[in-house]
């Protein structure tokens, strides 16, 4: 797998505009046995620089806004580091809120993990050896400890870390380190975000621009573990393609799934769909579903 950084970054946000055509008329999705079905049930605009990559649904404190990021949510201390890409986040259910960070070279990938009482702290993770420098997303396991995160391109696995902030061997001042991998049964591409539904279920967003793995373009995706992740030992995972996600626009071209949430409250599943050329200033969407 390559060691390089995928900038997930919309070309209208790096100024460069283009307006391509469609080329391919997909596929439906392979039903799936023991798979979800998620309905389309509405969505909201997605602001192109502050809620274009992700975005987590926050617990604790009770009564709490959904979180977004995107280009505009970094702070400037940050990206003068070099930390000018983050990812989709996620949060623990009692509170602690992780975003995952890259830069554009070197070793290292950064989660930045603010406490329920607000205070910031980065973890810094150095490379294994194979691991490719993105850092796309992070999905906190419902009992907090463990954390899955993903590279770009095309894998057939994740990675497992203790939870930072949360797992009390973590520390901001040592390394953050992989402590186990989800080995899938089907290889995925550029996954930009995953979830847990349950323990052992979660729902992925893929920006798949071929459909050759699963006959279908930009998927949603399901992977239903052996056991839970406790990271002293590596688990299966089997992956499902549910249904395509929902590519409308007025412009034509090429579309871009991002960050994924599901929030167990209202069993609401939220994705975010970057509109082609011009339009990711005015009809991206953030698309809410719900179970069938």
Not at 56 to 63: D, H, K, Q, T, Y
Not at 216 to 225: G, N, R, Y
Request: net charge negative.
């Amino acid at each position: 797998m390559p060691l390089r950084a995928r900038q997930r970054r919309h070309p209208v946000l790096a100024g460069l505009v283009t307006l391509t055509a469609v080329a391919a008329v997909l596929s439906a999705a392979p039903s799936a046995s023991a798979a979800d079905t998620w309905n389309e049930a509405g969505s909201d605009r997605a602001d192109p620089l502050t809620e274009s990559q992700g975005l987590a649904s926050v617990e604790v404190p009770a009564g709490s806004a959904n979180r977004y990021t995107g280009i505009g949510t970094i702070p400037i201390g940050l990206s003068s580091r070099g930390w000018n890409h983050v990812g989709d986040p996620d949060a623990s259910y009692d509170g602690y809120y992780v975003e995952p960070y890259q830069r554009d070279s070197g070793t290292t990938k950064m989660f930045r993990v603010q406490a329920p009482g607000g205070g910031w702290s980065e973890y810094v993770h150095t490379l294994s050896s194979g691991e490719a420098l993105n850092n796309s997303w992070a999905a906190v396991a419902p009992g907090g400890q463990w954390m899955l995160s993903g590279e770009y391109g095309t894998m057939t696995r994740l990675l497992v870390f203790p939870t930072p902030g949360v797992n009390p061997s973590t520390s901001p001042s040592a390394n953050l380190p992989q402590a186990s991998t989800v080995n899938l049964d089907h290889p995925v591409r550029d996954v930009q975000g995953c979830d847990f539904v349950t323990a052992t279920r979660l729902l992925c967003s893929s920006d798949d621009p071929a459909g050759t793995l699963f006959g279908i373009a930009k998927p949603l995706l399901q992977v239903d573990l052996s056991a839970e992740p406790n990271g002293s030992a590596d688990v299966s995972g089997h992956v499902s393609a549910l249904r395509q996600l929902p590519l409308r626009s007025s412009c034509s071209g090429t579309f871009e799934a991002e960050g994924i949430d599901y929030d167990r409250r209202t069993g609401t599943l939220r994705v975010i769909v970057v509109s082609p050329g011009f339009c990711v200033l005015t009809d991206s969407k953030t698309y809410k579903f719900t179970r069938g």
